[in-house]
């Protein structure tokens, strides 16, 4: 743990704004950690007199917060980055139900292609990892299969319907290389999004975590808590690779007291669970926060400002999507019951505002056909078919006993499912405005709109505030942004010459 062999601990000396550079994230915390509880004006003489002689001063720190005082707070002041490979996507949705102290990189299922083989098989999960009855076993390979390889052979299909449909003269000049790229690039984008809708929720897939401490903490926390074997085992796997390193804030995962907190909040789980009730429509607005929006000038102060003055202003104020309403609209609280299929709620679920209630993944609501199978008979017949296997396996599992999270490793991202959430105003202008921009999946840009037009039915007064809201179609959205990108990487090249 030493890390007194690099002279260069801090990026200054003589600055208020510096660096902390040395190698152990024990010793950064525990230093940070000072700042409470020393009289020293700066903890860089402090450094050099209590930890640049004693390579396990951050070591004996935490041991003494930890075991003395119960204080998590300061784990916060340790960051840890971590890469997880190999995961289904049923186990990414639990590791990302953390909003706070963590955040996410994964692969995509838009722009990367599923069909490259890995010693022989496709990248799902192994069946003896899903905890699934032994007597499934060949039932969820043989449907596993089928599924990628529907995947593998509508590829091309897929992208020569497309190039049909929109072929390459409706998108600039012939000729014009960058172009070219643009369009082959949104090609392979917009095919790639038809058909994840295939994928199996068993679908393997990597991720990198960053974060603090404590967060990684609850996160080994929640994953045992499912019922399910291979978040079990992440669950291990995490604690094992942690605990090396920073044992003494991660034990606390599974200490007396957080063994208690695992058995609460499975108990909680289990009694709380939630039943969503069967919805025909994608949207509901169930309610929002009225009083408070029609008293947003009284709160700021602004008492003979009439609201729709106000909320006018707010609007105007802002010259792109990327400038955010005032906090003050976080106080204008919107709950919604949503139906989406799994693939968009994968990329929902990354919202840090929404708070989301939901179930595990089932069979109930249906699935959705996406419109370019549809349209080809062939893969329209073939799609069908393996989802109604899919829904008729999930069904046998669940007959015989299967946990209901296990379970879901056999359905496709098609599968509709509905989730309560909870949000606010200012998160909706911003959630919406991102989501409909052109390259943004079709599906989840319909049901954004469909968001704020049930608000805006009920409070057209705030019609100014949705600035940048995109209400235009593009059947190939991410040509526009591919065309920029080749544009800059041209010119890169062009000025490295």
């Known amino acids: 743990m030493s890390n007194n062999n690099n002279p260069n601990f801090f990026s200054n000396r003589d600055r208020n704004v510096f660096l902390l550079n040395m190698q152990s994230q ?8 000072r700042y409470s509880r020393t009289a020293n004006p700066d903890i860089r003489d402090l450094f050099d007199r209590e930890f640049l002689t004693n390579s396990g001063r951050g070591k004996e720190f935490y041991e003494k917060i930890f075991l003395e005082y119960g204080d998590e707070s300061v784990a916060e002041l340790v960051t840890v980055q971590a890469g997880i490979q190999n995961v289904s996507n049923v186990a990414v949705k639990i590791i990302e139900e953390s909003r706070i102290g963590l955040s996410y990189l994964e692969k995509s299922s838009r722009y990367v292609r599923y069909d490259k083989k890995q010693n022989g098989r496709f990248p799902y999960l192994l069946f003896e990892n899903t905890g699934l009855p032994d007597k499934f076993e060949e039932s969820y390979k043989a449907l596993m299969e089928s599924l990628f390889i529907f995947y593998e052979q509508s590829l091309d299909k897929i992208t020569a319907d497309l190039r049909e449909r929109y072929p390459r003269e409706q998108f600039g000049k012939s000729g014009d290389k960058i172009a070219d790229k643009a369009y082959e690039s949104a090609l392979r984008a917009r095919t790639l999004d038809d058909l994840r809708a295939i994928l199996p929720a068993s679908t393997l897939t990597n991720m990198g975590i960053s974060g603090n401490a404590r967060s990684f903490i609850s996160l080994i926390q929640r994953l045992s808590t499912s019922g399910l074997k291979e978040a079990s085992d992440l669950s291990d796997a995490i604690y094992s690779e942690l605990e090396e390193d920073y044992g003494q804030i991660i034990r606390s995962a599974r200490n007396k007291h957080g063994l208690n907190l695992i058995h609460y909040n499975k108990e909680r789980n289990d009694y709380f669970a939630y039943n969503p009730i069967h919805q025909d429509s994608c949207c509901k607005l169930i309610s929002y926060g009225k009083s408070n929006l029609d008293r947003l000038p009284e709160l700021l102060g602004m008492s003979h400002t009439e609201k729709s003055e106000f909320i006018r202003k707010a609007g105007d104020l802002r010259n792109g999507r990327r400038d955010k309403l005032p906090r003050i609209f976080e106080l204008v609280d919107l709950t919604y019951s949503l139906k989406m ?34 349209k080809n008979p062939e893969l329209d017949k073939r799609f069908n078919s393996l989802v109604e296997e899919s829904m008729k396996l999930h069904s046998d599992l669940l007959k015989a006993g299967a946990n209901a999270n296990a379970a ?26 991102l989501r409909t921009t052109p390259h943004a999946h079709a599906d989840i840009r319909k049901l954004s709109l469909e968001m704020v037009d049930q608000f805006l ?3 057209k007064e705030c019609t100014p505030i949705f600035k940048f809201l995109d209400r235009n179609e593009y059947p190939l959205g991410r040509y526009s942004q591919e065309y920029r990108k080749e544009t800059k990487n041209e010119n890169l090249q062009k000025d490295t010459k």
């Open 26 to 33: 024990l010793d950064r915390g525990a230093l940070l950690s």
């Open 341 to 374: 299929n799994y693939g968009i709620f994968r990329e929902f679920q990354r919202h840090r505002f929404m708070g989301i209630t939901r179930s595990p993944l089932g069979t109930s609501d249906g699935f959705q056909v996406p419109e370019l199978i549809k």
């Open 408 to 433: 879901q490793y056999v359905l496709p991202f098609c599968m509709y499912c509905t989730v309560l959430v909870h949000t606010n105003l200012r998160e909706l202008v911003y959630y919406s405005e």
């Open 457 to 459: 039915n009920l409070e």
